[in-house]
């Protein structure tokens, strides 16, 4: 992950989605999927509360989201940056505070169906929440429905992933569980950002001439 995250800050969000591409993404997560295998005994005494997930997520809200600057036709776009941010900024909040909470019930006494059921719905209400969050601070209809349309394949394979995990004989306690899903938002988390920014890149015409926050789109 890190390795990934340090190309995206050399090169850029959708010059590493276009060189790699789906098929790569594919890879690395049947990848981390089979290092999470290789790793129980690890998992088994990890504490899920400090989960490298975490650290991620605040990272990227105190030093990578400041950083980034979006363009529209090869010209720098306030407009378009102001509403990435904000829209990430509200999603990692919110998504953080989801796991947190997640991470802070007595799972060691949950089934690995109530384990399930809990990730599942949770992860729906968060995309209920941060959608009418951002409608609520201006964000375009438009930017919405494009992002859910991107994003909505990889929230598909999140929710796959922890059903085979939760379904599956890998994990021996539930705190491994728990750390095996966790190293799932962990991916998450980058299909998170280049969604956000093919979004925006995509859409040009569209919202050419909004206004975000009194800042123009360009």
Known sequence: MEEILKYIQDYGFMTVFAGAGMFFLIKFALLKYQQ????????SVAEPR??????????????????????????YCEGRTAMFRDMLKTKFELWRDMVA????MDYEHMSSGDIRQTFTQETLDLVTEYESEWQKNGVPKIVVSKFHEWHDNHAEMFLG???SITLGACFGSQREIINAILEMN?????????DAEKTLGDLNGEISGLEYKGLKLL
């Open 186 to 194: 962990m991916l998450m988390v980058l299909l998170t950002l280049l």
């Open 50 to 75: 400090k989960h490298a997930f975490f650290q991620k997520v605040d990272y990227i809200l105190r030093y990578k989201l400041p950083d980034i600057k979006l363009s529209s036709k090869g010209t």
């Open 161 to 163: 992933t922890v059903d």
């Open 36 to 43: 999470m295998e290789r790793s129980m005994l690890e998992q």
């Open 101 to 104: 909470k997640i991470c802070s």
